[in-house]
């Protein structure tokens, strides 16, 4: 079993819609959860953090954390062709260790 | 948010050569950096951690003495590539880590390629 699991997609949602993307992790140590894209071609830029159970919205993009069932997901809403990209979720335990998914690939068609 | 900057941006090189990529936190110091390589279409990999004023940890499967890895200061890490070959064509992308949130910041990235 991988430390974090993503869907590795290809997802693919009309322009307008709602992308969700899910993650899920190993480690009940982690205490922080990150989400990046990265555009092909380019390296990962951060998007989200969050450290708490429940949500964080943050523009067009929510995450949500579920620590007893070991979940994180990321929403986007209203979703553009300029969200299109790979997003990757990260974990963080408290002693520092980083555990990066693989990535789902995300195509918003116009 | 937080700069990082990567130099060269991209790099060719006969295969025996060595070649050197800078990573620079620019609005931080960082105790802690990161060393990645992602190969076409394929997910990031950890090269290894790099910490300021003590040898890097890598991970396994990467030879330590092919990538040499020098955190020589709270902003500068180097990676050097040693005798590269075909093989070690990648993306290579280095991270700084904010320690008060865990945070990763991601350097542009230095595309090698290797004849």
């Known amino acids: 079993q991988k430390e974090v699991e993503q869907n590795s997609g290809p997802l693919s949602v009309p322009e307008g819609a709602i992308a969700s993307l899910n993650c899920t992790y190993s480690d009940r140590g982690s205490q922080s959860f990150f989400w990046y894209r990265q555009y092909s071609g380019k390296s990962p830029e951060l998007i989200m953090s969050i450290y708490s159970n429940g949500d964080k919205e943050d523009g067009r993009f929510t995450a949500q954390l579920n620590k007893a069932s070991q979940y994180v997901s990321l929403l986007i809403r209203d979703s553009q062709p300029s969200d299109s990209a790979t997003y990757l979720c990260?974990?963080?335990?408290?002693?520092?260790?980083?555990?990066f998914g693989d990535g789902t690939t995300l195509t918003v068609k116009p | 948010g937080a700069v990082v900057s990567q130099h060269p941006s991209w790099v060719i090189c006969k295969s025996g050569t060595s070649v050197k990529i800078e990573c620079r936190s620019l609005?931080?110091?960082?105790?802690?950096m990161f060393w990645y390589r992602q190969f076409p279409k394929q997910s990031l990999m950890l090269m290894a951690t790099s910490n300021e004023g003590s040898k890097a940890t890598y991970e396994q499967g990467v030879e330590k003495d092919k990538f040499l890895i020098n955190h020589a200061s709270l902003t500068l890490s180097t990676l050097t590539v040693t005798s590269a070959h075909p093989e070690d064509s990648s993306f290579y992308i280095c991270?700084?880590?904010?320690?008060?949130?865990?945070?990763?910041?991601f350097g542009p990235g230095t595309r090698l390629t290797v004849t």
């Open positions: 609005d931080f110091q960082a105790t802690t």
């Open positions: 990260a974990v963080c335990t408290n002693a520092g260790k980083s555990t």
């Open positions: 991270s700084v880590r904010r320690e008060s949130s865990y945070e990763q910041y």
